[in-house]
């Protein structure tokens, strides 16, 4: 069974930094890429960053471009979203989500449950 | 970039079969996957189909997804609707989310 378990969200202020971390299970890591995607409160969904297997690859929202970096660790089983100058309105629910495939089309299969950050002063 | 627009809601009775649809606002249809996104109230979102028609483990064959290149759309058909297939559904390609389609069954 696919299992993908955020953590690392939190309260913080604007300007601040947090990283959030996703540990996967139930699947073989290396073979797969990695998403993130965030929900602000009552809103929609929106994709935030994509990592390949191999991290050669990388795909960032305009919104969070130069701000927030997405990398991962395949012997850990475990993709990371560093995010710094953090805004009010990077305030969301951030979701880890497994990708498909071997290149990063952004398809997605799987969801985690997902981690709150709130950036509020 | 590209937009995907779908209808706001859509509504239809237990059993009966639905679609709701995804458009895409320039470039074809086909050159990024499609996605369809389950969200129940008050859930994390899950995925229904992935690749413009594959379904994950577990997902019934109640649900099919679908790519129409002259309208350049997708279509997500749940068909045999059960009440807790409502839920709010949505479409996304490549990093571009649809905003979501609210589905009543009553």
């Known amino acids: 069974e696919v299992q993908l378990v955020e953590s690392g969200g939190g309260l913080v202020q604007p300007g601040g930094s947090l990283i959030l971390s996703c540990s996967a299970s139930?699947?073989?890591?290396?073979?797969?890429?990695m998403s993130w995607v965030r929900q602000a409160p009552g809103r929609g969904l929106e994709f935030v960053a994509g990592?390949?297997?191999?991290?050669?690859?990388?795909y960032y929202a305009d919104s969070v471009k130069g701000r927030f970096t997405i990398f991962r660790d395949n012997s850990k089983s475990t993709s990371y979203l560093q995010m710094s100058s953090l805004r009010t309105e990077d305030t969301a629910v951030y979701h880890c989500?497994?990708?498909?495939?071997?290149?990063?089309?952004?398809?997605?299969?799987?969801w985690g449950q997902g981690t709150l950050v709130t950036v509020s002063s | 970039n590209f937009m995907l627009s779908q209808p706001h809601s859509v509504a239809e009775s237990p059993g009966k079969t639905v679609t709701i649809s995804c458009t895409r606002s320039?470039?074809?249809?086909?050159?990024?996957?499609v996605q369809w996104h389950q969200q129940r109230p008050g859930s994390s979102p899950t995925t229904v189909i992935y690749?413009?028609?594959?379904?994950p483990s577990g997902v019934p064959d109640r649900f099919s997804g679908s790519l129409d290149y002259s309208s350049k759309s997708a279509s997500l058909t749940i068909s045999g609707l059960k009440t807790e297939d409502e839920a709010d559904y949505y479409c996304q390609s490549y990093g571009v989310f649809g905003g979501g389609t609210r589905l009543t069954v009553l």
């Open positions: 989500l497994k990708g498909v495939g071997n290149y990063l089309t952004l398809a997605v299969d799987y």
């Open positions: 990592i390949s297997r191999d991290s050669v690859m990388t």
């Open positions: 320039s470039g074809s249809i086909a050159s990024n996957y």
């Open positions: 139930g699947f073989l890591f290396s073979n797969y890429p």
């Open positions: 690749e413009d028609n594959q379904r």
